[in-house]
C-alpha cells in the first residue's frame, strides 16, 4: 500500500526558508512523478513544483520560481522541496502527491495524481 507522509512545515517569517519532506513508502517510486501541491480554505489545490519519473523534467509555479526547489534522494522514496524568501501568501497546507506513470509531461493538476499525503502546514508571518 503506497504511503506518503509529509514533514517540515511550520511558523516561521516572511524571508526565511522551510525543507518540506515527503517519506514514500509501499512502492519504488523512482518510476514515479511527483508534486508538491498546496491548499489555502476556500481555494483549490494548486502545484507549486512537479517532475517527472526520472526527475529530469521540472515545473514550478509563476509563484515560487526562483524560490523553491524540488528534488528527490537517490533512492527516489524522498520528495523535498525547499522553499526560500518565503512570503506571506505561501501560507498553505503543503501536500505531496504521486502517480505511478512513466512520462515526461508535466502533471499539473490534482486530478492526474492518485496518491496524495496528509498535507502539513505552512505559516508564514509578516
Known amino acids: 500500500q503506497v504511503q506518503l507522509v509529509e514533514s517540515g512545515g511550520g511558523l516561521v517569517q516572511a524571508g526565511g526558508s522551510l525543507r518540506l519532506s515527503c517519506a514514500a513508502s509501499?512502492?519504488?517510486?523512482?518510476?514515479?512523478?511527483m508534486a508538491w501541491f498546496r491548499q489555502t480554505p476556500g481555494r483549490d489545490r494548486e502545484v507549486v513544483a512537479a517532475n517527472t519519473w526520472s526527475g529530469g523534467n521540472t515545473y514550478y509555479a509563476d509563484s515560487v520560481k526562483g524560490r523553491c526547489t524540488i528534488s528527490r534522494d537517490t533512492a527516489g522514496n524522498t520528495l523535498y522541496l525547499q522553499m526560500n524568501n518565503l512570503k506571506p501568501e505561501d501560507t498553505a497546507v503543503y501536500y505531496c502527491?504521486?502517480?505511478?506513470?512513466?512520462?515526461?509531461?508535466?502533471?499539473?493538476?490534482?486530478?492526474?495524481?492518485?496518491?496524495w499525503g496528509q498535507g502539513t502546514q505552512v505559516t508564514v508571518s509578516s
Open positions: 509501499g512502492r519504488t517510486f523512482s518510476n514515479y512523478a
Open positions: 502527491a504521486a502517480r505511478d506513470v512513466i512520462t515526461i509531461e508535466i502533471m499539473r493538476t490534482s486530478d492526474l495524481y492518485d496518491y
